[in-house]
Nanobody
Framework: QVQPVESGGGLVQAGGSLRLSCAAS????????MGWFRQAPGKEREFVST????????YYSDSVKGRFTISRDNAKNTVYLQMNNLKPEDTAVYYC???????????????WGQGTQVTVSS
């Protein structure tokens, strides 16, 4: 069992950058595939990115490809989401999740963090 905890959200202007972190308050993240999802106001939660347990394989949604980078440091038990060239449409609560496969589907992830707010102003 693992409990992800996100941090690093905040308010940024369009074109700016943020780095989100996902640490574990309990358990070991390296045992899991990790994913980032986001939920904008009035919208369903959507897939952003996923990374394999060793960090060698990553996958991104089309909406963030080329702007966001997912990575992990298993020695630090932490997963990151580097977000560059942010746009107002990136405004959402960002969630970190741990699961047994690198999937775009929420139901493949068993453990979720509480989320961190990212707001991008125009």
């Amino acid at each position: 069992q693992v409990q992800p905890v996100e941090s690093g959200g905040g308010l940024v202007q369009a074109g700016g950058s943020l780095r989100l972190s996902c640490a574990a308050s309990e358990g070991t993240l390296s045992n899991y595939y990790m994913g980032w999802f986001r939920q904008a106001p009035g919208k369903e939660r959507e897939f952003v990115s996923t990374i394999s347990r060793g960090g060698y394989s990553t996958y991104y949604s089309d909406s963030v490809k080329g702007r966001f980078t997912i990575s992990r440091d298993n020695a630090k038990n932490t997963v990151y989401l580097q977000m560059n060239n942010l746009k107002p449409e990136d405004t959402a609560v960002y969630y970190c999740a741990a699961g047994g496969s690198a999937s775009v589907r929420e139901y493949h992830y068993d453990y979720w963090g509480q989320g961190t707010q990212v707001t991008v102003s125009s």
